[in-house]
């Protein structure tokens, strides 16, 4: 289906207090981003030494976000001064999108990551590695770069970041779903189905979950809207939805800062963590130690059966794992792919006592 838009989209003027609210969000943006993004690679380059599939995801996931950081600043003096798309433009453009899309696609790695070493733990040998994840974060940025380039090959606009109208209106479907659509669909599933199994919530999952929600959804909920806007043909709407979209771009924007949530639970997964923040967490581990010296309770002994053990220091076993191991389920020997596993994850402090006895 390919629309004719009458409206003048050359001509179109955003409101300047749009245009001023743009230019200091992505300032602000810039400011945190990259001081953000810069503590994460000092931290999982120099302070963390073993190589997991979170430290692979999570290190390109880092430099996804420094490199839409890096954009960011031209990008608000190109909007600012209304600049034609030139050569500086169109890198600029393609810079940001490759990223972006990458680093959405890495926040769904990560969740695809959890649901097979929590929901198949013993198939996890099969499917997880470091190797396998460096291999398959090679690909995606293979693949988003070249169809990338090829897209932007076929762009025609005359101002930077500005909407394609010769491109078919159905183009915008097809970008909002598998941009927006298919990420959110993982996500939703891995998350609920690691919840469902743990009982409980994992930070790192729940947190690409909300943030992934809170930054991505109102903006391609204004680019659908946009979309009916130019199958209608309302003109007048056009200047107001305009301007939502670039409002709520600095809000997917600000992903790149609030991944730093997603940086520090994945960071606690290292046994490095505690050095990195001895201060704050000597606390905690006076609030541990008082809790451990409680007597165990026999829900707590019931927990720590068969496999569903080898989780997180902050999460308790599975309920259900008895269950799914027959009511006079015993204590499983670590196999090879346990002990990977256990590298990954970790143990509770219940179970890790219980498998070294």
Known sequence: MNVSNNCNVTNLELYHHVRLIEFVLYNI????????????????????????????????LVFADFFVICTLPSMAYLLWNKSTRDELCQFIEAMYFINMVVSIYII??????????????????????????????????????????????????????????????????????????VPL?????????????????????????????????????????R??????????LLSAVRASIQICACLANSNCCLDAFCYYFAAKEFQEFPSLFPTCLSMR?????SQESQPPTDQVGSNCQGVSCLMRSDHICPKNSSEQHGADATLIPPSPSMNSFQRSFGESGVCKALLQR
């Open 185 to 225: 669909a993982i996500l939703s599933f891995c998350s609920t189905e690691v919840i469902r199994n743990l009982k409980r919530p994992i930070h790192i999952v729940s947190v690409n979950l909300c943030v992934f929600i809170v930054c991505f959804s109102p903006l391609h909920i204004t680019l659908l809207l």
């Open 285 to 289: 581990s006076k609030m541990n130690q």
């Open 29 to 60: 943006i810039f400011f945190f981003g990259a001081l953000f993004n810069v503590l994460a690679l000092w931290v999982f380059f120099y302070k963390i030494k073993n190589w997991t599939e979170t430290r692979v995801y999570v290190i390109n």
């Open 227 to 236: 979309f009916a806007v130019d199958v209608a043909g309302a003109c007048p």
């Open 108 to 181: 769904s790695f990560i969740s695809i990551d959890r649901y097979i070493a929590i929901k198949h733990p013993l198939k996890a040998r099969t499917f997880r590695s470091p190797l396998k994840a460096a291999l398959l974060c090679g690909l995606l940025w293979v693949f988003v770069i070249i169809t990338t380039i090829l897209q932007f090959w076929q762009r025609h606009a005359a101002l930077c970041f500005q909407k394609d109208t010769t491109a078919p209106a159905t183009l915008s479907l097809f970008s909002i779903f598998f941009v927006f659509t």
